[in-house]
């Protein structure tokens, strides 16, 4: 326990560091906290999050935040990033990640929620300003919620294939994805819309390329069969270890999702992926003339599309790390 | 009745023509005729199918060919190409056009299934070689399976959209499409899976660009919900008009689709259009290099995407029209 858990509920046992790179093992430190939810667009009045921290007390904080399947346990889902010459160094940073909040009724949480519960950790972590805020995905747009609600609380932002707002395609597709997880529910097979759903979702994360790649070897009954196991396995296993309503209430939060770029005006560094079908770059290269304050565009070329950020470690350490270090310099917008 | 009437079922009556210009109705005759399914992939000796027949009887034959949820009416879902100085004019051609075969079990139909009962239609009606197949989407597939297995009976092949299998990213969004169904009708609400999956093919339909185009404006919230509306209401208004196992015996069929295209050796006209995300213009591309006999690709520009065949009456016409009048030359593959 260090001096800030006399403001937190009782913080949950430190566990080993997953990816322990030569011996080292940075300390990581699990907590929860319950947030005041004031000014947020909750009925609860308060709300449990969970947070973790990794890596040297004092130093430069990172808020480090994936997509909406994502948790905060950011040293096992994104383990390739961090440690010494990799992106997130936790002998240099320390990496703050949390829970997603979201409600159990499935009603959507709004990005600006979880902005605001951010703001609440910080608070209550003693942290006033982080050094870098880095999000993929969904947690690309909650940053852009944090800068815009929170702009002297952040010295600069990375978004990592998160938009301002939904592209309308990407919202039909989710749409549909919610539609089949109510109609799993009310039929008494939330599991089965829970697979389906993801299995939807995984059409939109890979782009066409990529399933073209992997599955034109063989007759079209071959193909179809292997494409059918592929999605089967892939729905299940996210079936066994998400909840139905988590999931509805953060996928209506990304189609709800609306920032301002004007208010955006802390240092921005976007982040494209040039086969990313979900938030294409047209879309960040048009936000990048429109965020407030000095923003950058960086194209990264991948076969993974939306899923680049998880699957590409090798270009995505070197990118972050000559961000992190200030060694991009940013173009005047 | 004409002539061949002796060898069919007792032919539909004869509807009125739906889009007459200038006063003039061609004659349009309905009909149908019990198939022998000998040669095909079908548990059932024989099934029901029905026909159109539009224009001058004894004129050259154009085979004319929608998508799954096409039917024999090319004169009410394709009206705007039908007439004088149109694509396909009823003084010059005799227009012929099925309703699809399916499985009343939901399993697919093979596109050569199609094909096979094409060409026993054809005999039955004593016509002993069409001057044109003109296919879109399925009817493109159906095209190049009948080119494939009768050469001696087709003259041109015009495949509109249709590829020689599917792309690996459609066959994954018709698989969701098809539990989607499968969830609906296992759980007593069939007309629901139908709307859903309905909903799901329109966001492979069209492209992302129309999305946003017509969805990008007012606020998220308005946003959602504008294409909530907009995605139900196409969805319900085609439950109630298609058959359940009617849509998972077709969309399997597109699955299960393949053809050698070096088994394709007439005249044969492709057409891709460039936001085709369904049938990318890439891949009908490097059809148009393996086809066996001449082929030339003709590219499309259209917002419409997979459906630009239905909404681009005026572009589609006006290259239909030259291609049938011969004034399009081959590149010789």
Same mark, same amino acid.
């Given at each position: 326990?260090?001096?800030?858990?006399? !403001?937190?509920?009782?913080?949950? #046992? +430190? &566990?080993?560091?997953?990816?322990?790179?030569?011996? *080292?093992?940075?300390?990581?430190?699990?907590?929860?906290? =319950?947030? *005041?939810?004031?000014?947020?667009?909750?009925?609860?009045?308060?709300? *449990?999050?969970?947070?973790?921290?990794?890596?040297?007390?004092?130093?430069?904080?990172?808020?480090?935040?994936?997509?909406?399947?994502?948790?905060?346990? /950011?040293?096992?889902?994104?383990?390739?990033?961090?440690?010494?010459?990799?992106?997130?160094?936790?002998?240099?940073?320390?990496?703050?990640?949390?829970?997603?909040?979201?409600?159990?009724?499935?009603?959507?949480?709004?990005? $600006?929620?979880?902005?605001?519960?951010?703001?609440?950790?910080?608070?209550?972590?003693?942290?006033?300003?982080?050094? %870098?805020?880095?999000?993929?995905?969904?947690?690309?747009?909650?940053?852009?919620?944090?800068?815009?609600?929170?702009?002297?609380? @952040?010295?600069?932002?990375?978004?990592?294939?998160? +938009?301002?707002?939904?592209? +309308? @395609?990407?919202?039909?597709?989710?749409?549909?994805?919610?539609? @089949?997880? &109510?109609?799993?529910?009310?039929? %008494? =097979?939330?599991?089965?819309?829970?697979?389906?759903?993801?299995?939807?979702?995984?059409?939109?994360?890979?782009?066409?390329?990529?399933?073209?790649?992997?599955?034109? !070897?063989?007759?079209?009954?071959?193909?179809? %069969?292997?494409?059918?196991?592929?999605?089967?396995?892939?729905?299940?296993?996210?079936? $066994?270890?998400?909840?139905?309503?988590?999931?509805?209430?953060?996928?209506?939060? *990304?189609?709800?999702?609306?920032?301002? +770029? !004007?208010?955006?005006?802390?240092?921005?560094?976007?982040?494209?992926? %040039?086969?990313?079908?979900?938030?294409?770059?047209?879309?960040?290269?048009?936000?990048?003339?429109?965020?407030?304050?000095?923003? #950058?565009?960086?194209? =990264?070329?991948?076969?993974?599309?939306?899923?680049?950020?998880?699957?590409?470690?090798?270009?995505?350490?070197?990118?972050?790390?000559?961000? @992190?270090?200030?060694?991009?310099?940013?173009? /005047?917008?």
């Amino acid at each position: 326990m260090n001096s800030f858990s006399t !403001q937190l509920s009782p913080a949950g #046992r +430190p &566990r080993p560091w997953s990816s322990v790179a030569a011996g *080292m093992s940075p300390p990581v430190e699990d907590g929860r906290m =319950v947030v *005041m939810t004031r000014g947020m667009s909750l009925d609860e009045e308060r709300v *449990m999050l969970r947070y973790r921290l990794i890596g040297r007390a004092g130093a430069p904080v990172l808020i480090t935040l994936g997509g909406i399947s994502a948790d905060r346990c /950011v040293d096992q889902w994104w383990s390739d990033f961090i440690g010494p010459s990799r992106a997130f160094d936790p002998d240099r940073y320390r990496l703050l990640s949390v829970d997603w909040i979201s409600r159990t009724d499935g009603r959507a949480v709004q990005t $600006g929620d979880q902005a605001i519960a951010l703001a609440r950790v910080l608070d209550a972590l003693g942290i006033e300003r982080v050094h %870098d805020f880095i999000g993929a995905s969904y947690g690309a747009m909650v940053g852009l919620a944090f800068a815009a609600e929170f702009p002297q609380r @952040i010295g600069r932002l990375i978004a990592i294939s998160g +938009p301002h707002q939904a592209h +309308p @395609i990407s919202t039909a597709r989710r749409i549909v994805q919610r539609e @089949i997880l &109510r109609l799993g529910a009310e039929r %008494d =097979v939330p599991e089965r819309g829970l697979a389906l759903a993801r299995a939807l979702a995984l059409t939109t994360y890979r782009p066409p390329a990529l399933f073209e790649q992997r599955f034109n !070897q063989g007759s079209a009954r071959e193909r179809l %069969d292997a494409l059918q196991g592929y999605l089967r396995h892939v729905g299940v296993s996210f079936a $066994g270890r998400f909840d139905l309503a988590r999931y509805l209430s953060l996928s209506e939060s *990304m189609d709800l999702h609306q920032v301002d +770029p !004007q208010r955006v005006r802390c240092l921005t560094h976007l982040v494209a992926v %040039d086969s990313d079908e979900l938030v294409p770059p047209s879309q960040l290269e048009a936000l990048a003339g429109e965020i407030g304050g000095r923003a #950058r565009l960086h194209r =990264v070329r991948s076969v993974y599309g939306h899923d680049a950020f998880l699957k590409e470690p090798e270009a995505f350490n070197r990118l972050l790390s000559r961000i @992190i270090a200030g060694e991009v310099c940013h173009a /005047v917008a």
